[in-house]
């Protein structure tokens, strides 16, 4: 059962020829079996998990994730589950209510597993900023599974849930994906209700699917999508059927090829990949467009201005006061908020928040969040030209493929170029998917990522499908 993909393991299911709870007690003996090597999850709920499981076998309403295995990110809210985001500053923290996204996805009938690890805050790109240890890559345990969402990539690759909820503030769903040889979207900001989803950058943070398929990701997406009154950034832009356009093929999609996403620091195994990847498309009648987005290698550095302003704004709320961890011995109220913050915090969150707040600073703001949000301007008009003559830009998800756990650890500029490729779609609001795209010569796994204008994932999604259709990468499988 682990072997089935959502939409098989949901058709079984409304046929009557699976059970919810077998489905679910094989995932979790999976999980039992494997997450002691790959450390993707941070809990496992088995009771919750096979309650639900339960209603599924019991409800005469099968929804669209009947009896799908589902990990959560543990940066979003479900009541009564433990949610640390992976920080020790909301260690024992338990919500009391559940993240919009993730009540539409019980309400389509989907069943939760547990919570996956993470970079603290979602604030990293390998998984080894995480308080609790980092997850593994399923692929080799050496490597790191990518970041933010790592935890949730590793456990759909190692086959330990059908779906993950991933969020994506600056490639975080994107690039783990890719690492990890799955498939990961980052919708465009507003289309899923953020509503739950822990705060770490608020005009970045976008709530996405995680999946082994396409088609999977379609569904979930389609699931967890629509206007929420709860989020004021919610847009009340209809949904389409995801799955019902899948299939319509790339003939006459015209696909821009930016030159500025093969830059010298491209991994020759991930240029082969992509490479290949861009005549299949061609072959499936899609017209290749060399373009430029001129203003690509400026986003890096506009990201982490703008997203340490909005991470030190919003992790002000942990104090020890009202929120968070609190240091048991403390010489006043000043040394309270130091220390509690100083032991709940690790090292990138509390860089980042330094940054922020350096940043936002008297003297300092005209300078550098103002230039910041000039240049998120500029980059989203790159895009915006680029739309006047192209349909879908295509190129690598990551420059390079999974590298070593600890490789990068000492050496924060170089993990943040990790993100390269991913942080202009959120900068602009645009969506973006990595589909599999093969692997380099030493077996590792490489991502294809497509990137449309806004509200376009059904178009992403088609293209998607036609490369996946024809290629069929998301068949291997990890061995563990």
């Known amino acids: 059962m682990i072997e089935l993909t959502a939409v098989e393991i949901r058709d079984g299911v409304r046929a009557g020829k699976l059970r919810a709870r077998d489905v679910c007690e094989a995932h979790l003996a999976r999980i039992k079996a494997l997450d002691p090597k790959v450390h993707a999850f941070l809990h496992v709920d088995e009771a919750g998990a096979r309650a639900a499981a339960d209603r599924v076998d019991a409800s005469p309403d099968k929804g669209p994730l009947a009896g799908v295995p589902l990990a959560v990110k543990d940066n979003m809210c479900q009541r009564g589950v433990p949610t640390t985001c992976a920080s020790k500053i909301l260690e024992g923290f338990r919500p009391p209510y559940d993240a919009t996204a993730l009540l539409r996805a019980l309400a389509a009938g989907a069943v939760p597993l547990g919570h996956t690890n993470l970079d603290e805050f979602a604030m990293g790109s390998s998984t080894e900023n995480s308080a609790y240890g980092p997850s593994r890559n399923p692929w080799d345990l050496a490597r790191a599974p990518g970041g933010s969402s790592g935890g949730s990539t590793a456990a759909v690759a190692a086959r330990m849930a059908a779906l993950a909820f991933g969020s994506d503030t600056g490639g975080s769903i994107r690039q783990p994906a890719a690492l990890c040889g799955v498939v990961g979207m980052k919708p465009t900001y507003g289309r899923v209700s953020r509503y739950g989803l822990v705060a770490f950058a608020s005009s970045l943070d976008q709530i996405g699917p995680i999946a082994r398929t396409v088609r999977d990701a379609a569904v979930f997406l389609g699931a967890m999508s629509g206007h929420d009154t709860l989020d004021s950034t919610s847009a009340p832009v209809e949904?389409?059927?995801?799955?019902?356009?899948?299939?319509?093929?790339?003939?006459?999609?015209?696909?821009?090829?930016p030159k500025e996403f093969f830059g010298a620091g491209t991994d020759p195994g991930v240029r082969a990949a992509i490479d290949a990847a861009l005549k299949q498309l061609q072959k499936l009648g899609a017209t290749l467009v060399d373009i430029s987005l001129?203003?690509?290698?400026?986003?890096?550095?506009?990201?982490?201005?703008?997203?340490?302003?909005?991470?030190?704004?919003?992790?002000?709320?942990?104090?020890?006061?009202?929120?968070?961890?609190?240091?048991?011995?403390?010489?006043?109220?000043?040394?309270?908020?130091?220390?509690?913050?100083?032991?709940?915090?690790?090292?990138?969150?509390?860089?980042?928040?330094?940054?922020?707040t350096f940043a936002l600073s008297s003297g300092y703001y005209e300078a550098y969040y103002r230039k910041a949000l000039q240049v998120r301007r500029l980059i989203k008009n790159d895009f915006d030209e680029a739309w006047k003559t192209v349909d879908v830009i295509a190129g690598p998800t990551s420059p390079i493929p999974a590298f070593r756990i600890g490789e990068k650890a000492d050496d924060p500029i170089a993990m943040y170029l990790c993100d390269v490729l991913t942080v202009t779609a959120p900068l602009a609001g645009i969506p973006g998917v990595s589909v599999p795209a093969g692997f380099t010569p030493g077996g590792l796994p490489v991502g294809l990522q497509l990137l449309g204008k806004e509200w376009s994932e059904a178009t992403l999604l088609r293209a998607g499908r036609a490369y996946e259709r024809e290629t069929e990468w998301w068949r291997k499988g990890p061995q563990v």
Request: glycine share 12%; aromatic share 10%.
């Open 294 to 356: 001129p203003h690509t290698d400026y986003g890096i550095a506009a990201y982490y201005v703008i997203a340490p302003c909005e991470a030190s704004s919003n992790l002000a709320r942990y104090d020890g006061v009202r929120f968070g961890h609190r240091a048991k011995s403390f010489d006043g109220l000043v040394d309270m908020y130091r220390k509690s913050r100083t032991e709940g915090f690790g090292e990138e969150v509390r860089r980042r928040i330094l940054l922020g």
């Open 239 to 257: 949904v389409p059927d995801y799955e019902k356009e899948l299939e319509a093929g790339v003939k006459g999609l015209r696909v821009g090829v």
